[in-house]
C-alpha cells in the first residue's frame, strides 16, 4: 500500500504540475470556455444576481422537480414518473442493421446545460460525428463483415485522432513552452513575479515523469516501454483536460486506449516480456477508462483560482494537501470497507472485484497464453485516425469557421458520446436558436435557465444519494 500511495502521489502532482504551467496557455491566450465550471464561477462571484433571476428559477424548478419525482417513483412505485435516464431504442430488432441503429434516448439536463454552454462548433461536431461513427457500423455489418473482424477498428482511430490532436496541441504550445522556460531559467525572467512557480512547476513534473520512470524500470517494465508508457498516458491525460476546458464533455471514458492496450495491439503480446504484460494488468486501474481522471478538475480549480497569484498558489496548496490525505485515505476506506462485507458479495456492486477480473482473469491470460501479433488492421486505422484528426486540426487552423472538430471525432465512439448524444444536441440546438433570434443579449440571458436546469438536477439528485445514505437503503440516481 505504501508504494502504490507513493506512485499515486507522483502522478497527481505531475499532473498539477502540468496543469499549472498550461493554465496561461488555455485559459488566457486561447481562452477556452471551461463549461463545466461556469455555474461554479457564477455561484462564487455573482452570487446574488444569479439567485435573483427568475429564470434560473424556471429551470432549477422544471429539473429538480422532475428529479424529485422520479426520486419518490424509485421508493413508492405508485407515484408517477417522468422517464428521464437513459431508454434503449432497437427500431430494427433483427438482421444486420440491429446493433448500428440501437440508439440510447436520454434528457439528463446537465447535459442539456452543457450542450447549450459548449461552443456551438463543437456541439455541432460531437452529434455530427457520432452520427457518422453509427453510419460506420452500418456500413460494416450491410457488408457482411463479424463482429470478430473487429472493424471499422473505432477504438484505434480514436486514438490515433487523440494522439494527432496532441500533436497539433504541442506545436501550438511551443512559443508558451519557450516564454515559460525563459521566464523560469534566463536572466530576462528575473523579477518575474511567476518566475518562482514556473520554475517549482517545470522541476515537479520533470522529476515526476522521471521517478514514474523510475518506477516502472523497478517494477520489471523493458526500459523503451518504460518510457512509452508514460508518454502515451500523459499525452492522453493532457487530451481528455483539453476536451474539458474546450467543449466540457463531461464523460470521458476512453476504454482500451490505455497505454497497455494500445500498445498490445499495434505491436502485439508476443513482442513484450512477461514482466512487461504482468506490469500492464498491475496498471489496468490508472487507464481502464479515464472516466474518473484526476487532470481536468486540477485544471478547472486553477480556472475557479483566478488570474489573482496568491489565490493560484493558495489553490495549489490545498490540491497539494488533499492529494497527499485523500490517497492513504482512501485506501483504508475501501480496503476496510470491503474486508468488512465482502467485495466480492452481494453488499457490494460487480465492480468490487470487477477491475481485478478484467486484467487478471482475462487480459493478462490471453496475453500470455495465447500471445497475439500485431494487427495491421489496428495499425492502419490508428494512422487514418490521426490523419483525418490533423487534417481537421489544420483546416480549422486557416478556415476558422469550419465547424468540424478533431477532439468530437475523437469521443464519438465512446460510451459516453452514445449516452448524450441527444441532450447535446437539443442544447446546442437551443443555443443556435437564441444566438440567430436574440443575439448575445439573449444567450446571456437564457444561460440563467441552462443554469437552473443544471443546479436542479445536481441538488435535488444529490440529496437523494444523502438521502439513500440515512436510510441505508438505495435510491434514485440521477445519473447515468
Known sequence: ???WTVVLWMLALTMQAMCALLLTAWAENERLTFPVVALPIALA?????LFANRLLWVGFAIAGGITLLNGLNYLYPSVPALPIKRQTIVPIDS??????TTF?????????????????????????FFLLHRAQLAFVAVHGYPPESRLPYADSQAFGAYMAVFAATAWRLRSHVTHLWSIAWRPEGHGDPERPAHRRNIAVAALGSAAIVGFLLWAGMSPVVAVAFPAIFFAVAIMITRIRAEFGFP???????????VLVRVFGAETFSRSTLGMFSMLHWMHRAYRGHVMPHQLEAYKLAGTDLRRRSAMSRAMTLAVLAAVPICFAVFLSGYYDVGAATGHVNMWGVGYGREAFGYNLPTWLKNPARADIGDGIATGAGFAVALLLAFVRT??????????????????????LWLPIMIGSLCKGAVLKGRGLK????????????????????CSWTLVGMALQAPTYEFWP
Open 1 to 3: 500500500i505504501l508504494i
Open 45 to 49: 462571484t455573482e452570487p446574488r444576481a
Open 95 to 100: 438482421g444486420p442493421l440491429s446493433g448500428p
Open 104 to 128: 440510447v434516448f436520454s434528457l439528463y439536463f446537465f447535459a442539456i446545460a452543457l450542450g447549450f454552454l459548449m461552443p456551438l462548433d463543437l456541439g455541432l461536431s460531437l452529434w455530427i
Open 251 to 261: 464523460v470521458h471514458d476512453m476504454h482500451s486506449m490505455g497505454p497497455g492496450p
Open 398 to 419: 486557416f478556415l476558422p469557421g469550419v465547424p468540424l472538430h478533431p477532439l468530437a471525432y475523437a469521443v464519438s465512439n465512446s460510451w459516453g458520446m452514445a449516452q
Open 442 to 461: 439573449g444567450y446571456r440571458g437564457a444561460l440563467q435557465f441552462f443554469f437552473g436546469l443544471m443546479l436542479g438536477e445536481f441538488a435535488v439528485g
